[in-house]
């Protein structure tokens, strides 16, 4: 069964300070993998996507990477802000014809000043 | 900067009755897209359009649901009969091509009562 696991369910941080949230999934055929941020009651915003053959990408503090072989990918955010307090979710599409993507259910990140 | 909108934003009706959440994609783009989320949940895939017809649905996209594209500007999700497990953030989205960035709407509110 394709399935989006992610870790943790919830993280409070202090301001300024470094997180670093996981996903781990199934989906196969493997496309690309995304990570999304969304503000309460907002539709979600891409902040990275990667293919097979990328191991990180960057997009301002956050970082995303991408290990295919063990199916894991984990997004790290740098000096945090209180604006980054948003779900943050995974998404992991298929190859082979069928787009219909999976979603993790997010971590829930909250930054304290 | 181009931007998915939806509307209402909320939309309270009665169980039983039809409902229609409308979606205006980026202009130049080709293939739109509904999701849900119901409240604490995670997203989740509905129906996916291209060429003025689906190209894809998941299995929460039942006779009850339709999709339209009216005219070249909007596109429509239909709730022909709406139950009390209908109540969720509906969220449309849309896409220049397939390899390219998805964009999402900020969602419409639905309260089945």
């Known amino acids: 069964k394709n399935q989006v696991e992610q870790s943790p369910q919830s993280l409070i941080i202090l301001e300024g300070k470094n997180c670093t949230l996981q996903c781990n999934y199934t989906v196969s055929p493997f496309s690309n993998l995304r990570w999304y941020k969304q503000d309460t009651g907002r539709g979600p915003v891409s902040l990275t996507i990667m293919t097979f053959s990328e191991n990180t990408k960057s997009n301002g503090r956050y970082t995303a990477t991408l290990d295919a072989d063990t199916k894991q990918s984990s997004l790290h955010i740098t000096a945090s802000q209180l604006s980054d307090s948003a779900s943050y979710i995974c998404?992991?599409?298929?190859?082979?014809?069928?787009?219909?993507?999976?979603f993790g259910r997010g971590t829930s990140l909250i930054v304290h000043p | 900067e181009p931007e998915v909108t939806q509307t209402p934003s909320h939309q309270v009706t009665q169980m039983g009755q039809e409902v229609i959440l409308r979606c205006v994609p980026i202009?130049?783009?080709?293939?739109f897209y509904w999701y849900r989320q119901i409240l604490g949940q995670k997203v989740e895939f509905l129906v996916s359009?291209?060429?003025?017809?689906?190209?894809?649905k998941s299995e929460i996209f039942d006779d009850q649901f339709s999709v339209e594209r009216p005219d070249g500007s909007n596109f429509t999700l239909k709730i022909r009969s709406t139950k009390l497990e209908d109540s969720a953030m509906y969220f449309c989205?849309?896409?220049?091509?397939?390899?390219?960035?998805?964009?999402f709407g900020p969602g419409t509110r639905l309260t089945v009562t």
């Open positions: 359009f291209y060429n003025n017809e689906i190209s894809e």
């Open positions: 998404v992991v599409s298929r190859s082979g014809g069928s787009y219909i993507p999976t």
């Open positions: 202009s130049n783009h080709l293939y």
């Open positions: 989205a849309s896409r220049e091509g397939q390899d390219y960035e998805q964009y």
